[in-house]
């Protein structure tokens, strides 16, 4: 309130950052702009949520009360990073790579070229996500395959982690057992592990080849080869390494 009162006389101060931790001792920032009307007119608030924040305000209020309110939204999410927590300490994930507070995805390992991904909702984190599998399909499929036949199984009273570990009937590769690099295949057509900030996301779908490529490159491949053919969003052609017939279904950043 003191601080808040402070401003009133000195308009110079026009971006404020404040501090907050939660119950579990998570660091959080929100900055607050002033504009040239403030206090008539609410400050705006930036801050690393998954979910829309904004504050309650009145001529009279302070900037103690927009703390208290983002502290209130805080406790509202601890859940959902209580769950996205467990899911970055006890497994590998692939993407993102230095996750922010807002983000909703993780790209998890499950083994060499293949993983899963999943989309959390921050408002209904012990629910089942959105899963996507990434990988050959002789792998995927029967991933896919578990994942339906044991829906049921899905108990919003134990963890995310566990849920999936459960529903899927594996357990992911272990942080303190396998290196990142076990997972981080790089390109076989690029020989990176990045590429403009993708990772490798196909796979030669042949048991014994089971190289990934980037979407960019295996597409520029596919492209440049006589024998390819494209049908809407879908190309067919040759795998660069086996020869044998890889399938790619665009998306709609190529």
């Not at 899963?116 to 050959?136: K, Q, S, W």
């Amino acid at each position: 309130a003191h601080k808040s009162s402070a401003l009133r006389n000195y308009p110079a101060f026009s971006i404020i950052r404040l501090k907050a931790e939660d119950s579990c001792s998570r660091n959080h920032l929100i900055t607050l702009k002033l504009n040239p009307k403030y206090p008539t007119e609410p400050p705006e608030c930036l801050v690393d949520l998954p979910v829309q924040f904004s504050a309650s305000w009145n001529p009279e209020s302070s900037l103690l009360s927009i703390h208290s309110q983002f502290l209130a939204a805080l406790e509202s999410l601890k859940e959902f990073w209580n769950a996205l927590d467990e899911i970055d300490e006890k497994t590998w994930v692939l993407e993102p790579e230095k996750p922010t507070r807002s983000a909703t995805m993780r790209r998890i390992a499950i083994g060499n070229n293949v993983s899963v991904n999943i989309e959390v909702d921050p408002r209904h984190p012990t629910m089942l996500p959105e899963c996507y599998f990434l990988g050959a399909d002789h792998v995927v499929n029967p991933l896919k395959i578990k994942l339906n036949s044991n829906i049921h199984l899905w108990d919003p009273e134990i963890s995310l982690l566990q849920n999936l570990k459960e529903v899927l009937e594996i357990d992911f590769p272990s942080r303190e057992a396998l290196q990142k690099s076990d997972f981080s295949m790089d390109c076989g057509i690029c020989y990176a592990y990045r590429l403009d900030g993708a990772i490798p996301n196909q796979v030669c779908d042949d048991a014994r080849c089971g190289q990934p490529f980037h979407e960019a490159c295996l597409y520029e491949w596919l492209r440049g080869l006589p024998s390819s053919r494209q049908s809407f969003n879908v190309i067919f052609g040759e795998c660069p390494y086996c020869n044998k017939q890889i399938t790619l279904k665009l998306s709609k950043k190529v």
